[in-house]
């Protein structure tokens, strides 16, 4: 699986930014994909998650709950991350991630992972 993001940039406080991740290699989109951040000197940290089967739970950090959407378009092979009232402490490198279906959650272990793509926020 290859996994491709897209849509980071430079955005003013309380702005808004869409990611896509657009992931090959397989006939079907994987099963749990998710998004994490990793700030300069911070450790990495798990934003959203999302099943893309039957149902598509969602899971998100605290720090985002209630500003982020994460959602997919299985017919494209994509996911999305939406961000609102974005402020300077979203500011990092995101990256997208995937994993087979089970124990779809932040705290899985991911197996695929995208390059990245850098959000600042000021």
């Known amino acids: 699986v290859q996994l491709v993001e897209s849509g980071g940039g430079s955005v003013q406080p309380g702005g808004s930014l869409t990611l896509s991740c657009e992931a090959s290699g397989d006939t079907n989109l994987p099963a749990c994909m998710g998004w994490f951040r990793q700030a300069p000197g911070k450790e990495r940290e798990g934003v959203a998650s999302?099943?893309?089967?039957?149902?598509?739970?969602?899971s998100y950090a605290a720090s985002v709950k209630g500003r982020f959407t994460i959602s997919h378009d299985r017919p494209k092979g994509t996911i999305h991350l939406r961000m609102n009232n974005l402020n300077p402490e979203d500011t990092a490198m995101y990256y997208c991630?995937?994993?087979?279906?089970?124990?779809?959650?932040?705290?899985?272990?991911?197996?695929?992972w995208g390059q990245g793509t850098q959000v600042t926020v000021s």
């Open positions: 991630a995937a994993r087979g279906p089970y124990l779809c959650g932040l705290n899985s272990r991911f197996d695929y």
């Open positions: 999302i099943y893309t089967g039957y149902g598509g739970a969602t």
